[in-house]
């Protein structure tokens, strides 16, 4: 079980963390990644952690600004949402890779499990 937490509604140039905390697998052993969904408009990969937390992957429109993190002892991976733009504005979801140990956990369809999402909200 998924569930994400932290959005909101900012102002464009602020910031956000989303948290997610996970239960019923064991953490440490899955790459961990972040969706988003805008109002018509297709899925799109975000981000993605590694199991260890050694290793990261960013989409192009979010490298540079937004940061994903893992606490395995807490069971809870980050989102760390800087310079946010009103383009951001979407709901976000987070997701567990489909094997443990994956070796495809940069690649989005590697990703067959997602939690609710939580909105984030950027104004102009």
């Known amino acids: 079980q998924l569930q994400a937490s932290g959005g909101g509604l900012v102002q464009a140039g602020g910031s956000l963390r989303l948290s997610c905390a996970a239960s019923?697998?064991?953490?440490?052993?899955?790459?961990m990644g972040w969706f988003r969904q805008a109002p018509g408009k297709e899925r799109e990969f975000v981000a993605a952690i590694k199991w260890s937390g050694g290793s990261t992957y960013y989409a192009d429109s979010v490298k540079g600004r937004f940061t994903i993190s893992r606490d395995n002892a807490k069971n809870t991976v980050y989102l760390q949402m800087n310079s946010l733009k009103p383009e951001d504005t979407a709901v976000y979801y987070c997701a567990t890779d489909r094997a443990p140990y994956g070796t495809k956990w940069s690649e989005e369809v590697s990703y067959n499990y997602w939690g609710q999402g939580t909105q984030v909200t950027v104004s102009s």
């Open positions: 019923g697998r064991t953490f440490s052993r899955y790459a």
